[in-house]
């Protein structure tokens, strides 16, 4: 019997079912983040790339639609799709609406995590971020999540394709390191949880569902 073939959706799918974790700004070197409080000059080039990241979000949806939040925004039956609209403000104090230091001038420095595209990816349950300092000495310190929770909202699942929804945009989770008076290096890990369907713990690929990275700061 012969099959037909939407032009549509692609052939050739990567057989990955749970999504890696990116965070923004990208790490210097060996996922490294290292800066200077006094120094505004050592944490530019961080601040810089979250302002042009954020931007180019923004100029982006100018199409997006505002969704309908807490469910999947289905369209099986739409040949072109649309795409939720993903507001920065959410972002709360690590959106750089108000702080264009994002932080990094008070010791408590943003990065933006986000989830690969995986087409058709339908979570189970609620997809949240969650970080960790990865030694024990450092677990007086703490994180605050934006959105509030640190979620991924379910409407902007499933993902259909660069080709059908050009205009898609992954949600953002807004991780506010409180690293304070603490100044030494600090290794951090964030993982998917919540998500019984979204794998986080893989020895064969460090990034499936998590990423590690290690932050220095001095004064």
């Known amino acids: 019997m012969l099959q037909t073939l939407d032009d549509e959706i692609p052939k050739y799918r990567d057989r990955i079912s749970s999504p890696g974790l990116t965070i ?3 790490p210097d ?3 490294e983040m290292k800066f200077n409080l006094s120094d505004p000059r050592s944490y530019s080039s961080y601040t810089d790339a979250l ?3 954020l931007k180019e979000y923004e100029n ?3 199409r997006n639609i505002a969704c309908e939040p807490g469910s999947f925004f289905i369209q099986d039956d739409r040949k072109e799709k649309a795409a939720c ?6 972002l709360g104090e690590c959106s750089g609406l108000n702080d264009t230091d994002y932080g990094y001038s008070t010791g408590s420095p943003c990065v933006l995590v986000k989830m690969n595209r995986i087409i058709g990816l339908k979570p189970n349950g609620q997809p949240t971020v969650n970080c960790t300092y990865k030694t024990e000495t450092d677990d007086r310190l703490q994180f605050k999540y934006f959105p509030e929770g640190g979620t991924f909202d379910l409407m902007y699942f499933p993902y259909y394709g660069r080709k059908v929804q ?3 945009v992954q949600p953002l989770v807004g991780v506010k390191l409180l690293i304070g008076n603490n100044r030494k290096d600090i290794s951090i890990e964030c993982k998917i949880e919540g998500s019984p369907s979204v794998k986080n713990s893989d020895d064969r690929d ?3 569902g998590r990423v590690a990275f290690k932050v220095t700061v001095i004064e």
């Open 29 to 31: 070197s060996a996922m």
């Open 51 to 53: 302002a042009d990241f």
């Open 60 to 62: 982006k949806q100018n």
């Open 206 to 208: 460090k990034f499936l």
């Open 24 to 26: 923004w700004p990208r």
């Open 85 to 90: 609209l993903f507001n920065r403000s959410l």
């Open 166 to 168: 050009p205009t898609y």
